[in-house]
């Protein structure tokens, strides 16, 4: 497939999953990847989102890193419930139901022998706090495991180095893991009650 | 055909004042490549820029060689895997063991090359006993060669010229069987590396391209299946032959000038593209990923009192692309531990490189570029690089395949967060096999591996469609299963009753992974004895990767059910049916048509099982995991699993995609749309009402963490990995607790 032939709308029918097995292959076997890819995926994007802030990143199914009329980079839902700031780990920010025994994952796993072992293992199921409740993540690890930040992306090296278009308002302080701002926040809040 | 051996011409490498020996090239290699950041400090790739033709004509004649050695070569072998499967490789490398050019096949294992090499190179077998043109040397070693585990075997064959090696051709298989006292080629339950079985750091073993006869008498005596492995190893050595001679007539076409500067040059260009390929494709940050993997040894490590113990195996990974190629940190891992499943290095980059080779080395040559592009961080005294020499890792294959995972999972989600969500799926890297050893009646001994769930997988979800059952494998490019009969010849008492899809054996979600497999063999006349084991890339008490993609579920692992004492002569001789995966056999068991005396569900490491007359044996194996939201998955796509068999039940898709249907006559589903519409809004109430905040999650979980309630191996596995300070820190930091809490380290 040409560069030129991957134009915005094969781009959205990769992004619904309506795109034909014969596109899909002719984009595998593409030696180079198109290079403007990155901008018309926003393109496609932004146009589906129901709101106006500037998509940054997608960072999974309905997450993005958006830049804020405030100059701040926060998480955002597809269904407009906003994370916070980027750095810190947006799953801390969401509804969790945990499954700790067979019963309750057999319900997610099949055959029975299939499931995880109880008491070495926990299913955690990450929701958004927005009207759809949607499953943003799972995680299958052992109890007391911190919950895992999937991806902090480094946007200002990713936008100035990777695509030559930086971003206006860089800063050393965009690539830090924050998160440990808010379990500091959680535990004072405990230590108040 | 004729091999014509040339060594006479290439000269023995000695100590000759002021030659050049392995050790001057492989520091040379090093100094020059740290200090520039090019290989061997090649910035510019002179010949390839005045005479790109001929550039390319001298590269194609190396990998035209490589090809066709395997292509030739794999039919002189015995063992099924090698013949029909993707079980084995031949390459091409610098004096160094710096690969430039594989064949099809498992093509990671290039990672160790220059590990054997530089094993070579310093301990002086150039200098001290000398290096000739068709020498033949074997290696199986982790810790000296590199390997990922013994089971895998490796033919070097130098290539002389002038009194100075300038190449080595390589082959490599896995083997049926490699002598351990668990038999088979992963011995599960080795506690050190002399449980390992056979194992051979670089070794001479023949010269002039031939073997010599007392080589012969080790595989002899030293391992139970002899024949198929002389012939493996004689197909290494047909293949390491041909490419020997290809490479001696490709010096003698274009000059040992051209080809030494070629051949930098050729390395330096793969580098600089999988540089390219990864800032072109992934976004710079961190992406994290872990996994678990359980070890159950208590109460069957008796002899071996201090390995009778269970371990928690911690898979952390994070990995960061970066301005020159991509990092990959495994800091905070478990330690080493007296079982089977430790890594070396070598062993490891084995398993690391299959996702970036795959990611980034499709579009240029495969050659050590990938090395240089991927730097590897694997903390001294980890489950990756342990401070002990003695260390086993005979199943090294089953716990680091899921860091592979963690790695390409990252480089999935980056390639999501670009765009280019054709490349984009859910990864698990589940595999089966089976192994152990027999007697038949007339007292002749066997050992056997069955690689068929090794061979080909369920691939994952793709961000924007379902993964396909069988058609992908992690470690090679080449998926089949290989033929039943096959395997039926090399295991002369287990039949096949079944070798079929599992339904419903996935991870699930918006878009579901491809189902895995399950087989069921029958045990007729086990001669004097036939018992096996079972030696999975992941056990269906931990999932192979525990972060799932965008709220898929990450795959299921593999399970094993052990009947023994069964009724099927009784079934057989009424004409009835017999089951044909794990969950036929469960189903069959429960409706009382299969008597069973010992039902047995193995979801950890099961323990030697021993097998008589009309016992059966069951696996599953090569699920694969989900992606996205499973209430978002399309109803009609639901219908269609329910409908074409994909799962079993309508209660359980019902539940998980809130999907209602109905059965008509024909007892085919039906959508029924404004019920499924009803049904979401309900599941999506239930999860508001049975969710919680994460912040008050957390508070409840801190308790625990503070009294460390946790079963032993947890706690245990906490205690290893908190000995590591970056995951110390970030345990820490997340909880929110003290430095004085400690998880005990029982062995301490
Ligand atoms: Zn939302």
Known sequence: ?193 | MALDYRGSQGGKTAAVPGHRTLRDSVEERDRTTAATGHYYGVTELTLRDSDPIKYERFYARLHSAVLAARESARFVAASPGSREMGECLWGLTTPEGDTLAVSLGFLSHTAIFPVSVRYMASKDYDVNDGIDDGDVFAVSDGLTGGVPHPGDFYTFVPIVVDEEVVGWSVGINHLMENGAPVAGSWATFSVDTFMDGFVCPPMKTGTKLRQSQWWKALWERRTRAATMNILDDKMRLAGCAMIHEATHRLIDEFGIDYYKRAIREVIEESRRMIVDNIKQTTVPGTYTGCAFRLVKYKGLQNIWSHADKNTLIHVRGSVEPGQEGLSLDTEGSSKWGYHSYNATPGGTDCAVFLGMINSFGHNTKVTAGIDLAIERNYPSGSIYNPDNEYTSNANLWAQTIAINSVGFNAVNRAMFSRGYLEEVFSVDGNWGAFQGAGTTEDGTSYGFTNFEWLGGTGRGAYCYKDGEPLIWAAWSQIATIGDAEEFESTVPPLFYLGRKLLKGYCGHGKYRGGVGNSAVHWIVQPGKHVALTRPNGGLSCTTAVGVGMSGGYPAPSSFMISARGTNMSEIIAEGGETPRDARELLEMVDDGRLKVENLEIWKTDCPELAFDENDLFVDAAGASGGWGDPLEREPSAVIEDLNEGWVTSYDFVKNLHGVVATQNKEGEWQLDESSTVALREEMRNKRRQESVSVFDWWSNEREKVLKKDFVPEVNQMYAESLSFDKFDREFRDFWQVPEDLVFENEEE
């Open chain 1, 1 to 193: 497939m040409a560069e030129s032939q991957v134009d915005k709308d094969l781009i959205r029918q990769l992004v619904e999953g309506d795109i034909s097995e014969d596109n899909v292959t002719r984009l595998q076997k593409m030696s180079r990847k198109d290079k403007d890819r990155f901008f018309q995926y926003v393109e496609v994007l932004q146009e589906k989102v129901p709101w106006d802030e500037k998509i940054l990143l997608r960072i999974s199914d309905k997450l993005y890193v958006v830049a804020t009329q405030e100059g701040d980079r926060i998480v955002k839902c597809e269904c407009g419930h906003e994370f916070g700031d980027y750095r810190e780990n947006w799953k801390l920010q969401c509804r969790i139901r945990v499954r700790k025994t067979l019963e309750e994952f057999k319900e997610v796993y099949d055959p029975e022998p299939a499931c995880p072992e109880p008491g070495w293992q926990e299913i955690r199921e990450y929701f958004c706090p927005g009207e759809h409740a949607a499953q943003l993540a799972v995680e299958v690890v052992s109890p007391g495991y911190p919950i895992v930040f999937e991806m902090l992306p480094d946007l200002d090296v990713f936008y100035r180095d990777y695509l030559g278009r930086p971003l206006s308002d860089e800063s050393s302080q965009w690539y830090k893991d924050q998160t440990t701002n808010v379990t500091q926040s959680w535990r004072s809040r405990r230590e108040a009650h």
